[in-house]
C-alpha cells in the first residue's frame, strides 16, 4: 500500500478522466438522441439563413423568435483540448460541443416559432459566447431570426 502513496494524485487524475470520459459519452449520446426525436417534430418549421424569404404567395406577419441553450464540456473533454493546444490539430471535443449547442438553439427557436403559429424563420444569426467562470467550460449559443406567420 505504501508504493502506491506517490502515485495516488496519479490514479484520482486517471480515475477522474475515466469517469468523465464514460459520463460523457452517455451524456452526450443521450442529448443527440433527444435532438434528432425533436429534429423530426420540427421539421415542418423551415429555417433560412436569408434575409427575405422565398416567394411566398400570402401576406404574413414578422415577429422576432430566438432560441438560446448554454452547453458545459465534461472533464475529459477539457483535458483533451488542452492536449490539443500542445501538439494542434481540430479540436473535436469542441466541434460536438458547439455542434449539439447549435442544433439545440434552432429546435428551441423552432419551438418558439411553432407557439407563435409561424411556420418559417428567415434572416436566421447565431451568436456564441464562452461562459465566463464555468470551471471546466461552457458556451452559450443564441439562434435568432424572424419568423414568418401567414396571415388568414
Do not use: W
Amino acid at each position: 500500500m505504501q508504493s502506491l502513496l506517490p502515485f495516488a494524485e496519479l490514479i484520482v487524475f486517471a480515475v477522474l478522466l475515466l469517469v468523465g470520459y464514460v459520463a460523457g459519452r452517455i451524456a452526450e449520446k443521450a442529448h443527440y438522441r433527444s435532438i434528432r426525436k425533436r429534429e423530426k417534430l420540427f421539421e415542418r418549421v423551415t429555417v433560412f439563413s436569408n434575409r427575405f424569404p422565398p416567394t411566398v404567395s400570402q401576406p404574413f406577419q414578422a415577429t422576432l423568435v430566438c432560441g438560446s441553450v448554454v452547453v458545459s464540456q465534461d472533464y475529459f473533454k477539457a483535458v483533451a483540448a488542452g492536449l490539443y493546444s500542445i501538439f494542434g490539430g481540430r479540436v473535436r471535443s469542441y466541434e460536438s460541443l458547439l455542434d449539439r449547442a447549435r442544433r439545440e438553439s434552432v429546435l428551441r427557436m423552432k419551438h418558439a416559432a411553432m407557439r407563435k403559429g409561424a411556420s418559417m424563420i428567415v434572416n436566421v444569426k447565431f451568436q456564441t459566447v464562452q461562459v465566463p467562470g464555468s470551471g471546466v467550460g461552457a458556451v452559450e449559443l443564441l439562434a435568432y431570426g424572424t419568423a414568418l406567420r401567414p396571415l388568414a
